[in-house]
Antibody, heavy 114, light 107 residues
């Protein structure tokens, strides 16, 4: 059964880079016409789409974050990752990884604070 | 950027009542519209994909309709466990976007 699990530091200092990983089990990230994405949700607020990477490696990012975000695949570990640079308090949120539109991870809370 | 506008923002409903949530897109998105349910401290759970496609394991009381710019999520005979916030989401064109959410409360 397909499962996604986010992991990474729960606390990041302002101006540093947020790095998260989504471990995929139950299917290869290079199989089929899947895409793998990230979204986030600030405390008490709605959902914001960050970006997506296709099995081919093609990426699409939210223009509001594009200058700071990178999503990549690690086929050797069957996982994909999110890097968000120059973070501020506004980047504090629960970060979710997902496959296509159907399967979401449990989410991981990241706080940006000194 | 395609803006999704949900209505209402909040709805208080009695059990067994029918609930209708609408999502209007600022541009034609075909059928690339999906519905999620999110309960407190949980990740979003997909209810309907591509406007009207049902999801295995989701109760049949949840259904979706629409295409183009106007979409509807219907919950027939609401149950207490359906108390949650519901979001629509479009994957028609980048950046993908979400509606602002509709909170459904059980009276």
């Amino acid at each position: 059964q397909l499962q996604l699990q986010e992991s990474g530091p729960g606390l990041v200092k302002p101006s540093e880079t947020l790095s998260l990983t989504c471990a995929v089990s139950g299917v290869s990230i290079t199989s089929g016409t899947y895409y793998w994405g990230w979204s986030r949700q600030p405390p008490g607020k709605g959902l914001e789409w960050i970006g997506v990477i296709y099995y081919s490696g093609t990426t699409h990012y939210n223009p509001s974050l594009e200058s700071r975000v990178t999503i990549s695949l690690d086929t050797s570990k069957n996982q994909f990752s999110l890097k968000l640079s120059s973070v501020t308090a506004a980047d504090t949120a629960v970060y979710y990884c997902a496959r296509n539109v159907e399967i979401w991870g449990q989410g991981t809370m990241v706080t940006v604070s000194s | 950027e395609i803006v999704l506008t949900q209505s209402p923002d909040f709805q208080s409903v009695t059990p067994e009542e029918k609930v209708t949530i609408t999502c209007r897109a600022s541009q034609n998105i075909g059928s690339n519209l999906h519905w999620y349910q999110q309960k407190p401290d949980q990740s979003p759970k997909i209810l309907i994909k591509y406007a009207s496609q049902s999801i295995l394991g989701v109760p049949s009381r949840f259904s979706g309709s629409g295409s183009g710019t106007d979409f509807t999520l219907t919950i027939n005979s609401l149950e207490a466990e359906d108390a949650a916030t519901y979001y629509c989401h479009q994957s028609s064109s980048s950046p993908w976007t979400f509606g602002q959410g509709t909170k459904v409360e059980i009276k």
